[in-house]
């Protein structure tokens, strides 16, 4: 049985990972990111305040908080998964595919667009260039993004300007398109939960494209889906539209940011 610590199980991604990972073949300790509130205390999950004796016998810590004391982990022999939403940049990142490298001691997470965008090829033959938009909702932000844009939604409704301290943007009721990587584009827009990812595909040289069946995990639906059905689904939910000749389509994918950003890639690195 895989023993892991979670530091900070108090936050959004922490008590997702207490809850996904407590029915499977491990054993997990919740420990919170500092001192304990007494709203803390008194929750639905009991968390212990971190201390670095309780990390004897623990085979993988997960980051999904900074801990309060940075010594915590000071002499700590095993591994760690960096999942913070600002993970340490010299960490190498999770694999796409498989399970936990051999020799690898520390891993630090992916955002949910590279995993969903790693799953085309194995929805779609025949690709040659894809290109698209990603419409983020707040949810990859974790409990700060969710609890930003309630407030910020409230204080407009009272007629006062938003606070934007917290998401270090306006999201309430604006979207917000964000400078363009490569041929992908991201805007914000004010959804709490469900992404979703709209992607011009072009064939190959000499291909057409074509849909394959849905690999586990991926649902495929006959119109796109709304962020409100993403945020509700553990599916991948996706829709394509291909041109006539078959030589371009829309492909429409529609997914939970921690689900699969996460939740799902935890597990498959973790073999569980």
């Known amino acids: 049985m895989l023993k892991i610590a979670v530091i900070g199980a108090g936050s959004l991604l922490g008590r997702e990972l207490v809850d996904t990972l407590e029915p499977r073949e491990c054993s997990v300790l919740p420990l ?5 509130t007494r709203d803390e205390e008194f ?4 968390m212990f305040a971190p201390e670095a004796a309780l990390l004897e016998g623990i085979e993988l810590v997960i980051l999904a908080e900074t801990p309060a004391a940075p010594e915590l982990l000071t002499g700590y022999q095993g591994r ?28 630090r997470g992916r955002p949910a667009l590279e995993q ?40 407009i409704f009272k007629g006062e300007d938003p606070e934007i301290e917290k998401l270090g943007y306006r999201a ?3 979207v917000v398109p964000q400078a363009p990587r490569g041929r992908m584009i991201t805007v914000r827009v004010p959804a709490f939960h469900g992404d979703l990812l709209i992607l011009h595909l072009r064939a190959a040289e000499g291909r057409t494209l074509a849909r394959l069946e849905a690999p586990q995990g991926v649902e495929w639906r006959e119109h ?18 291909p041109a006539e000749e078959g030589r371009t389509g829309i492909l429409t994918l529609g997914f939970d940011p921690i689900l699969w950003g996460v939740l799902m890639p935890v597990l498959r690195l973790l073999d569980l």
């Open 224 to 241: 796109p889906a709304s962020s409100r059905e993403v945020a509700v689904s553990p599916f991948l939910l996706a829709h394509f539209a």
């Open 80 to 107: 760690v998964l960096d999942l913070r939403a600002e993970p340490e940049p010299s960490l190498e990142p999770m694999p796409l595919v498989g399970t936990w490298p051999a020799g690898k001691i520390a891993l």
């Open 116 to 155: 969903v965008l790693g799953t085309i090829p194995r929805l779609v033959e025949g690709l040659g260039e894809v290109s698209g938009t990603h419409l983020q909702s707040v949810a990859h932000l974790g409990d700060r993004g969710v609890d930003g844009l309630m407030e910020q939604t409230a204080a």
């Open 172 to 174: 309430a009721f604006e």
């Open 32 to 36: 919170t990111h500092g001192p304990m």
């Open 43 to 46: 929750g639905d999950l009991v």
